[in-house]
């Protein structure tokens, strides 16, 4: 089955820099990535999501990038705010496959 | 509008107790999800419906059974259950065709067993 790795497990900026979170893939049939925000005591939120059949895709601060030949894609935040402070989820989903793989997820911490 | 309901928000229960989780979407979705999350970790899948059958059920033990009334409504009816199961149970919905993919999740039921 797809395996879903994510980098780094915790990571601290500065108000208005920028941040990096970084996924890798294992099966190439996968088509699909979602990234998720997850505020404490709250459900994960669909914030950004990317096809295979695109590369990059922006909305706002926030970006997403693809390389389906490194199988990677990447979370980009510019301009961090402290309310962008969560954990971040990465995830894959398989072409026409109902299940949806996860990463370890990424505790963002923006100091003021 | 993507929103996903659940209720209760939160729930204790005891080892001896039966209670159930409910779930509900109105986003015409046919992939309706239950996982299980702990804390600081992804959300760990325990089953998907489509087409209010079950599709895909990982290895679950029995004191968690599903139902899928409709197409917007998802129950989870649990009974004796082990402290260790305790932790935010979330529900949430997936298109499965014309090319969307997304999925979205409910706010969770906080559940704590004694």
């Known amino acids: 089955g797809e395996n879903v790795e994510q980098h780094p497990s915790t990571l601290s900026v500065q108000e208005g820099d920028s941040a990096v979170i970084k996924c890798t893939y294992s099966d190439s049939a996968s088509n699909y990535f979602p990234w998720y925000k997850q505020e404490l005591g709250k459900g994960p939120q669909l914030i950004i999501d990317i096809r295979s059949n695109v590369g990059e895709k922006k909305d706002q601060r926030i970006a997403v990038t693809l390389n389906k030949t490194a199988k990677h894609f990447s979370l980009h935040i510019t301009e961090t705010q402290p309310e962008d402070s969560a954990v971040y989820f990465c995830a894959a989903r398989i072409y026409n496959f109902n299940k949806f793989y996860f990463g370890s997820g990424t505790k963002l911490n923006v100091k003021p | 509008d993507t929103e996903v309901t659940q209720t209760p928000k939160h729930l204790v229960m005891g080892m001896t107790n039966k209670k159930s989780l409910k779930c509900e979407q109105h986003?015409?979705?046919?992939?309706m999800y239950w996982y299980k999350q702990k804390a600081k970790k992804p959300p760990e899948l325990m089953f998907v419906y489509s087409y209010e059958k079950l599709s895909i059920n990982e290895s679950v033990p029995s004191r968690f059974s599903p139902e899928c009334p409709n197409s917007s409504l998802l129950n989870l009816h649990l009974h004796a259950l082990q402290p260790e199961d305790s932790a935010l149970y979330l529900c949430a919905s997936a298109q499965t065709s014309g090319g969307r993919n997304e999925q979205y999740f409910g706010p969770g039921t906080r559940l704590t067993v004694t």
């Open positions: 986003m015409g979705h046919r992939a």
